[in-house]
Structure formats: C-alpha cells, structure tokens
C-alpha cells in the first residue's frame, strides 16, 4: 500500500498555519494588537456596545441608528426560553457545570428553535436566537440550582445589563453594566482559536449553526482555552499571598508545569485585553478578597514577566477577568460561560463567513501503524495471551 501521507506537511496543533482567509479580525502578536473589522478592540470597549460589535462583526460595518434599534429589539424579542429549555434546566444536577449545562442546552436549542434549513430563513436569525438566548439559560440555571425561579428577560435592557439583570434579580448600577459590557466586547472575537476552528469545521460540514456553537463551546470549555479564567481564581486563592509568589513559580517552573492565565500561540507580549481587565480590576475591586487577589496577580505577573517574558510568556485575557468577575458578584464557575455568551458573536461571525465560500475540511493524518496483519493469524496470537 503507497503511503501518500509521507509527503503531507505536519505542524503539530496546526501553529503558523492557516485555515481560511477573513475580514473579520486580526492579531498582531508582536504589537500585542487586536482589531475587529479595522477598529481596535480598546476603543470598540470604550465607546461601542456589545450589540453594535456583534452587528459589526456580522455585517462588516458599523450600523446605522435604525440598524441598530432595530438589531437590538430584534436581539431583546428572542431572549425568552420555551417551556422545554425552562424544564431541561431544572432537570440538570446542580452540581453540573455551567458550560456543560450550556452546552446541552445549546444542543436542546437547534432541535426546537432551527429555522434556517432552507425554507426562507436565515443562518442570522438562528445566530441571533443563539446569541439572545445564552444569558437566560445560564441566568436560569444559577436560578434552577438555588431553587430560585429563574427572573424573566427585560426587552427593556441592553444585552449585558438584562443578562445581570437576570443573574442577580436586581437591576444593575449603570457603572457595573457599562463594565460587564465593555468586557463581553473583549471576548466577542479573537480570529481561528481553538473553538473558533471548531465551530467552523462543523459548519464546513454544511450541518446547523446549533451544532456548530454547540462544538464550540465544548471547545472553550478546556482548561488551556477559556476554561483558564477559572483556574486563575484557584491559582490566586492558593497562592493567598504576594510573598508566597516567589516560591510558587520556582515549584511550578522545576515541575515543568504552566502558570494559568499565562501564555498564548498569537500573542507573545501584553495582550491587549489583559491590559484593559488589568486596568478594570485596579479600578473596581473594593472586597477583601478581591483585593488580596489583585495584589497576588500584579506580584505574579511581575515575576512571570521577569522569568518568562523573553519566551514570549505574558498574562492573556483570562488572567485578571475572574478577579473583576468576582468583584461583579459572578460565580467562578460562570466565567468561562461568560466567554461563550460573548464569543457566540465572533463564532457566529466566522460560521458565517467561512460558508459563504465553503470547502469541507479534510486534513490528514500521518499513519504509523502496521499495514500488513492477518486477521486469523493475529486472533490465535490473541487468544493465547
Ligand atoms: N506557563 C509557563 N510556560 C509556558 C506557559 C505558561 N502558561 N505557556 C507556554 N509556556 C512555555 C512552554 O512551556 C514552552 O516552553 P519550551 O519551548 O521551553 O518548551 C513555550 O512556552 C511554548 O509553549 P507551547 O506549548 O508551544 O505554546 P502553545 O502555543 O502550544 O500554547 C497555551 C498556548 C495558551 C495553550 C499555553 O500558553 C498555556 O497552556 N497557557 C496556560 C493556559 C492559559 O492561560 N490558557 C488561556 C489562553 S488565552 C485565552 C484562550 O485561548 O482561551
């Protein structure tokens, strides 16, 4: 048998090497740069709000005031659950973890709410019932599992606002939603990562966007992706104190092991959205806790700096998210689910893109194993071990 593969170039975890060609983002890993659609991502989460990102990254443009209006109360109209979705969430252990939860309820979503399979519908309207639903399921759950019922969406609030809103049973202050919603803004995109890939090879396959956000968020939900965020919270609370910092990373670097929250493939100096969470953590934490992590995290990414930093090893997003999380009054376990509510945006927008000119993907494997056996011969050999 020819082994065709032989001639196959092989990059392991696929570094340096592209999968599609985009408008949707790029990063600059030596700037330490990330731009949605030409903008950076620090002025997007500055002046923009989540829903004009995520018109933006669908579109390709920035909406008029009406595309805008009329996005948002589109985005608001579709945030309900249907009875099924309510029952499958309290039917869930509450002890599952919220990812998994979302994960299965995502799923349950494309059997009940599909609409784009070819009768007149589009792949947008069942991206915005993904994008709209997310929140209420995960404020749903957090509700099912204290035997609390869940507080229904608020049309009346914007995306980040109502999805507090609906944690919390309480309005927002206006200064809190603003933040959250800078910070959904930040996770909205990030170019081919992991479960950007995932999504897209699904759809490449030409299946349902439910699918496709359903591997995706199965994808992010790893602790080396966006499930980091919550070991960063373990990592800070074990550490418990600046001066024990020292010592941690000098275990951790003779085990061979990684610090979380550190690290990335693209960028290999500050990333830029660590920079604005850094800034949002010194301003907004006041708790005890809070505090305490704060001052652990500036004397830990001091010294990784210090150590690593010549290898390109500097905090990424998921290293001071959960500290201003935490001080927003969100559990540990929601961070990374935080993620996905905000990165469907950029799935959703590459899922998009990517089928608009679609080729399956189809790579190959490199063969190591035998080719020549015989079944007979190789059963007796088994039966005699
Ligand atoms: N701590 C210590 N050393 C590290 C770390 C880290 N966090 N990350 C990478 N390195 C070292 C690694 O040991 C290797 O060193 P050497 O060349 O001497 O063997 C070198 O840097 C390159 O590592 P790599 O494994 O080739 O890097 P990668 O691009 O395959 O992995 C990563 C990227 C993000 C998975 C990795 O940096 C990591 O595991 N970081 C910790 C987990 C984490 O914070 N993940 C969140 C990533 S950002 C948000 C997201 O994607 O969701």
């Known amino acids: 048998?020819?082994?065709?593969?032989?001639?196959?170039?092989?990059?392991?975890?696929?570094?340096?090497?592209?999968?599609?060609?985009?408008?949707?983002?790029?990063?600059?890993?030596?700037?330490g740069r990330l731009i949605y659609r030409g903008f950076s991502v620090e002025e997007l989460a500055?002046?923009?709000?989540?829903?004009?990102?995520?018109?933006?990254?669908?579109?390709?443009?920035?909406?008029?005031?009406?595309?805008?209006?009329?996005?948002?109360?589109?985005?608001?109209r579709e945030r309900s659950l249907s009875s099924?979705?309510?029952?499958?969430?309290?039917?869930?252990?509450?002890?599952?973890?919220?990812?998994?939860?979302?994960?299965?309820?995502?799923?349950?979503?494309?059997?009940?709410?599909?609409?784009?399979?070819?009768?007149g519908f589009s792949l947008i309207e069942d991206a915005i019932s993904i994008l709209s639903k997310i929140p209420t399921v995960l404020a749903a759950f957090e509700a099912a599992r204290?035997?609390?019922?869940?507080?229904?969406?608020?049309?009346?609030?914007?995306?980040?606002?109502?999805?507090?809103?609906?944690?919390?049973?309480?309005?927002?202050?206006?200064?809190?939603?603003?933040?959250?919603?800078?910070?959904?803004?930040?996770?909205?995109?990030?170019e081919m990562n992991a479960s950007t890939f995932a999504a897209t090879v699904t759809a490449s396959t030409l299946s349902d966007i439910f699918s496709a956000i359903t591997s995706a968020i199965g994808t992010l939900k790893g602790p080396i992706h966006g499930g980091a965020s919550e070991r960063v919270i373990e990592m800070l609370d074990e550490i418990g104190d600046p001066a024990n910092v020292e010592t941690f990373i000098e275990e951790k670097m003779s085990a061979g092991k990684r610090i979380m929250g550190f690290g990335h493939r693209i960028y290999k100096t500050y990333d830029p959205r660590a920079v604005v969470l850094k800034s949002m953590a010194?301003?907004?934490?006041?708790?005890?806790?809070?505090?305490?992590?704060?001052?652990?995290?500036?004397?830990?990414?001091?010294?990784v700096v210090e150590r690593l930093g010549e290898k390109g090893i500097y905090p990424n997003v998921d290293f001071y998210s959960g500290i201003v999380y935490s001080e927003l009054g969100i559990p540990k376990d929601f961070f990374t689910?935080?993620?996905?509510?905000?990165?469907?945006?950029?799935?959703?927008?590459?899922?998009?893109?990517?089928?608009?000119?679609?080729r399956i993907f189809r790579p190959r494997a490199i063969y190591e194993g035998s080719t020549d056996l015989r079944y007979l011969e190789e059963k007796a050999k088994a039966r005699c071990e």
């Open 146 to 190: 204290n035997n609390r019922p869940p507080v229904l969406p608020s049309a009346e609030l914007d995306h980040a606002a109502n999805f507090l809103y609906m944690l919390h049973g309480k309005l927002p202050e206006e200064k809190v939603a603003r933040v959250f919603d800078a910070i959904l803004i930040l996770h909205a995109e990030q």
């Open 337 to 358: 689910a935080i993620f996905a509510m905000a990165r469907c945006a950029g799935w959703a927008a590459h899922i998009m893109e990517y089928t608009e000119s679609n």
């Open 46 to 76: 500055q002046y923009s709000n989540f829903e004009e990102v995520a018109f933006l990254l669908w579109h390709g443009k920035l909406p008029t005031d009406f595309e805008l209006t009329d996005f948002k109360r589109k985005l608001a």
């Open 1 to 31: 048998m020819g082994d065709t593969t032989k001639q196959v170039p092989f990059v392991k975890g696929l570094e340096g090497v592209a999968v599609a060609i985009s408008s949707i983002s790029h990063i600059d890993g030596k700037a």
């Open 282 to 303: 010194k301003e907004l934490v006041k708790s005890d806790p809070g505090r305490k992590r704060l001052e652990v995290a500036l004397k830990l990414e001091e010294v």
């Open 84 to 119: 099924e979705i309510s029952q499958l969430l309290r039917l869930l252990p509450a002890s599952s973890h919220p990812m998994d939860v979302l994960r299965t309820a995502v799923s349950a979503m494309g059997v009940l709410y599909r609409r784009c399979d070819g009768s």
